[in-house]
Each structure stands twice: as structure tokens, then as C-alpha cells.
């Protein structure tokens, strides 16, 4: 009885040690299935653009090649009149500045941009246009392009009706051409990097080119300025061609970096190019496949 007894124990036993080892290899296995569907929903080439969802524009840079991906691919925001960063084989660099107040910075960006020879893209909202037309001038005298960053800077991607988006863009069109004189640049970027796939559709039958960025850093929060070391070492090591880089113009950091960081930019063998090389008659030829 008793020998009995053991050997159904022993039986016992070896059944549910196999029975945790099967658990354990398929939990392993499932595991590694979740990462690699976590890998390719960042690649590049399997990113979408989903209908009826809202998209917070942001960017990984974990990329053999340096080059970051966003949460659209390069070919589907090309098929919507947008982009994100322009040729990855030209050692080019778009600069770009957001701004819907003036901080007391934007004069001493300019004289450093001009210093450079270097041309940016300032997406204004419509508070800028109305408090500051003398520094909106400036920028348009000395070969900068303003762009349309919106009325009242909302959560684009929350607008639904087409109407009410469309009047975000246009209000600040007439605002501009009631300022300058002359026609806004038709290169819109939607507040905070918040869209849908519908709002690039309404923007592109507007004629706008949509322009997301590749390059960027936490410089936007007044109260909590990252010093001169943190922005260039966030910066500086994820250069990369065809860097669209986005700024902000109320940040204390950036008009106390920018010129170092122009000139180290220029060290590395970068040119400053234009948005409009990136957008020309309604098509982006100039994108990166």
C-alpha cells in the first residue's frame, strides 16, 4: 500500500512540474510575441493614420539609422499634404518656431538668426499677430515665413465640424493679410501635435501642408526652463538630415542657446533650408521614402 501510495505521488509530482514548465515556456512565448507587435507598431512603415482617432504628435528614436519615426509614416502624411521631416540623405535642417505671445525673446532670436543667414518658419496664433505686428513685420523683412498655428490655438482634433476647423485657419489668414499685406504661406501646424486623419484632410482640401516635426525638447513650460546643458544634450545627439526642428520662441533656454547652437549645427555640416523646399504647389516632392 504504501509503495503504492508513493508511486502516485511521485506520478503527481511529475505532472505538475511539466505542468508549470508548459506555463512558464508559453507565458515566455507570449511575452516575446507582445514585444515584437510593440516593435512594429513604431516602425516607420507600419504606422497609420486611423480614422476617427486623435493623435498626439510624438517621436521615437529608436531607429538603427538615427532617423526618428512618428505615429504616421512618411507616405501616408505625404498622401495628406504633411510631412515631418524632409530628405533623410541631405544634410539639411528646418528651423522652426511656435509661438502665441511674445516673451521678450523674439528680437534677440531673430538678430541670431540673422547673424546665421539662417531662415525660419514662425507658426503664430492669432494673440501674436494682434499684440506684436511689428515683430510679425520684421520677420517677413528679413526672409522668414509665418505660419498658421490657429485662432485661438484649441485641441484641433476635437473639432469634428468642418466649418468650425476651417475658421480656425482662416481668421488668422485674414488677421495676417489685415497685418502684412500680403497672403499667409499656406503651411499650417496644429496646436500641441494634436490631430486626426480628418483634420489633415481638411487642411490639405484648404491647401495647407500640414508640418509636424522630427526634432524637439521640453522647452515650451515658462516655470521650468531646462539649462543650457540639458537642451544641447538633448538636441545635439538627435540631429539627424532633414530635421525638422521645432522651438519654441517664449523660451528663456532657446535665445540663450540658439546661437551656439546654430553654430555647433553648422560645425556638423548642416545647412538651414526652407519649409518651402518641403512644400511646393500642393505636393511634398522632397520627403524621404
Not at 38 to 59: F, K, P, Q, R, Y
Not at 76 to 92: I, M
Request: hydrophobic fraction near 35%; aromatic fraction near 8%; charge should be negative.
Amino acid at each position: 500500500m504504501d509503495e503504492d501510495y508513493e508511486e502516485k505521488r511521485r506520478c503527481f509530482l511529475f505532472i505538475l512540474v511539466k505542468k508549470r514548465t508548459l506555463i512558464a515556456i508559453l507565458s515566455g512565448i507570449t511575452a516575446l510575441c507582445l514585444v515584437l507587435l510593440i516593435g512594429a507598431g513604431v516602425s516607420d512603415h507600419e504606422a497609420v493614420v486611423t480614422t476617427g482617432t486623435e493623435v498626439n504628435w510624438g517621436l521615437n528614436f529608436h531607429t538603427q539609422d538615427g532617423i526618428p519615426t512618428g505615429p504616421a509614416s512618411v507616405e501616408e502624411l505625404k498622401s495628406l499634404n504633411a510631412c515631418y521631416r524632409g530628405d533623410s540623405d541631405e544634410r539639411t535642417i528646418y528651423l522652426t518656431f511656435d509661438a502665441g505671445y511674445e516673451n521678450g525673446f523674439t528680437p534677440g532670436i531673430l538678430d541670431v538668426l540673422k547673424k546665421h543667414q539662417a531662415k525660419a518658419c514662425f507658426f503664430l496664433v492669432g494673440n501674436f499677430l494682434k499684440t506684436e505686428p511689428e515683430l510679425v513685420r520684421r520677420m517677413i523683412a528679413e526672409g522668414h515665413t509665418v505660419g498658421n498655428h490657429t485662432m485661438t490655438h484649441p485641441d484641433m482634433a476635437s473639432i469634428a465640424d468642418e466649418a468650425s476647423f476651417r475658421r480656425e485657419l482662416s481668421e488668422l489668414e485674414a488677421l495676417y493679410q489685415e497685418t502684412t499685406g500680403q497672403e499667409m504661406a499656406k503651411l499650417y501646424r496644429p496646436p500641441q501635435g494634436k490631430y486626426s486623419k480628418e483634420n489633415l484632410e481638411m487642411a490639405q482640401k484648404m491647401g495647407y501642408t500640414t508640418v509636424f516635426w522630427s526634432l524637439a525638447y521640453a522647452d515650451w513650460n515658462n516655470d521650468s526652463q531646462p539649462t543650457r546643458e540639458e537642451a544641447l544634450d538633448k538636441l545635439l545627439p538627435r540631429t539627424h538630415n532633414g530635421a525638422i526642428v521645432l522651438l519654441h520662441s517664449t523660451s528663456r533656454t532657446n535665445s540663450e542657446i540658439l546661437d551656439e547652437l546654430l553654430t555647433r549645427w553648422e560645425e556638423m555640416g548642416y545647412r538651414f533650408g526652407t519649409l518651402d523646399e518641403l512644400s511646393s504647389g500642393g505636393e511634398v516632392p522632397q520627403l524621404s521614402t
